[in-house]
């Protein structure tokens, strides 16, 4: 019995290992689309080596990139929404919507995507990423107007989460357009990310004040400030261009030179940074196995 616990054992810690190592071993990438040529630019960061796709007319709010699959999508000029496997740059599926949709958000467990749009009244829309089918499209009421810096999905009660002008955020829920409930953040916030791991909201606060620019990370079932520091350096950031990277807990912001600074969470000093060539868009950050 001993010897079979000792097995046991072992057999664990050798693949927890292997595990770690595996993940460490991923090649680190950015996906972004170049404004000037209206290309999709995949670039190695370690060597800065890259694809490119041409993708013409598009709307530079509609992007979204689902992890679990390294799929990039994006909205053309006629409401055709595209797909692209960014590991070989290729479209993979497009989608044909009857409107434009803005501040889209994966949903990989059920391999959907919601996103918004506005005729008057605020709507959900959810579509089924395999078969272009849209699963449901509810209205709902939110009291002003959004901030498209911030969106994400929590998979713990279904909501599609959205950030107000007023720094409140929104709780919907997309099967129903019912409104679980609101959170105050409390003070200027945006450039605004999930991480799913500890139930926090992480984003960039100026302060008028002082003039720096601050790492918030906010608890999502209190609103209470987990932590507060300087973004050290940073003096310009580009609106919605935002990314975070768990394994390094690292918070993910393009400065003004178009330079990808990544700022560690917990004290704000910059860990890694890398300097692209092209005025980008749509940021993503993404590991690769080679």
Same mark, same amino acid.
């Given at each position: 019995m001993k010897k079979f616990i000792y097995f046991s054992l072992s057999l664990l810690i050798c693949i927890t290992l292997s595990c770690s190592k595996d993940q460490k071993n991923k090649v680190l990438n950015v996906t972004a689309i170049d404004n000037n040529s209206s290309k999709i630019v995949n670039v190695k960061l370690a060597t800065l080596s890259r694809q490119t796709l041409s993708i013409g007319c598009h709307d530079a709010f509609s992007k979204v990139f689902d992890t679990k699959d390294n799929i990039f999508g994006y909205q053309d000029c006629n409401s055709v929404y595209r797909l692209i496997d960014v590991e070989t740059c290729k479209e993979v599926k497009k989608i044909s919507l009857p409107t434009a949709i803005s501040m889209v958000v994966p949903v990989p467990q059920r391999n959907?995507?919601? !996103?918004?749009?506005?005729? !008057?009244?605020?709507?959900?829309?959810?579509?089924? $990423?395999? &078969? !272009?089918?849209i699963v449901s499209d509810k209205t709902f009421s939110s009291g002003a107007f959004w901030n498209p810096t911030t969106c994400f999905y929590m998979e713990t009660g279904n909501e599609y989460v959205l950030l107000r002008s007023d720094n409140v955020l929104v709780f919907v829920n997309p099967s129903t357009g019912n409104i &679980? $409930?609101?959170?105050?953040?409390g003070f200027d916030i945006s450039n605004g990310v999930y991480d799913k791991k500890h139930n926090r909201l992480i984003g960039a606060s100026y302060s008028n004040q002082t003039g720096n620019t601050y790492i918030v990370a906010i608890n999502l079932n209190s609103g209470n400030t987990l932590s507060k520091v300087v973004a050290q350096g940073l003096d310009f950031y580009l609106a919605g261009e935002r990314d975070y990277d768990s394994e390094t807990n690292s918070y993910i912001l393009v400065n003004s030179n178009n330079e990808v600074l990544f700022f560690d969470v917990a004290t704000g000093a910059v860990t890694e940074s890398y300097q692209l060539d092209f005025d980008l868009t749509s940021l993503s950050v993404w590991r690769s196995r080679k």
């Open positions: 959907q995507i919601i !996103g918004h749009y506005w005729d !008057g009244s605020d709507h959900v829309v959810v579509v089924n $990423r395999k &078969n !272009g089918n &679980n $409930r609101t959170l105050s953040v």
